[in-house]
């Protein structure tokens, strides 16, 4: 089993930066989860894919609507997963999720297998 904990959400001005942590309570690995990834949902609408990384970090894949102002990131020795988010919209007011899947194909789809709680981020105008 794996456990995601994410951390690092809060309240933010249109333009400015946030970065989200995800720590993993078991070493993700090719044999429980070769990728993770970000996923977001807004008030009302389904959830929706941010990013997504492979265990080597050699493969990223990002939503249109964040190329170029996300960034995601891992460090190995920790654990943990980071989403650097700069030049924040309000459209990004959302829950953002942490993901763990056996391939990147998995999380690109939604087909994930551990999900963590989430964290609030909110972004005024």
């Known amino acids: 089993q794996v456990q995601l904990v994410e951390s690092g959400g809060g309240l933010v001005q249109a333009g400015g930066s946030l970065r989200l942590s995800c720590a993993a309570s078991a070493r993700t690995s090719s044999t429980y989860a070769d990728a993770m990834g970000w996923f977001r949902q807004a008030p009302g609408k389904e959830r929706e894919f941010v990013v997504a990384?492979?265990?080597?970090?050699?493969?990223?894949n990002y939503a249109d609507s964040v190329k170029g102002r996300f960034t995601i990131s891992r460090e190995y020795a920790k654990n943990t997963m980071y989403l650097q988010m700069n030049s924040l919209k309000p459209e990004d007011t959302a829950v953002y999720y942490c993901?763990?899947?056996?391939?990147?194909?998995?999380?690109?789809?939604?087909?994930?297998?551990?999900w963590g709680q989430g964290t609030q981020v909110t972004v005024s105008s």
């Open positions: 990384i492979t265990w080597s970090g050699e493969t990223t």
């Open positions: 993901a763990a899947a056996p391939a990147l194909i998995n999380v690109l789809r939604g087909t994930v297998d551990y």
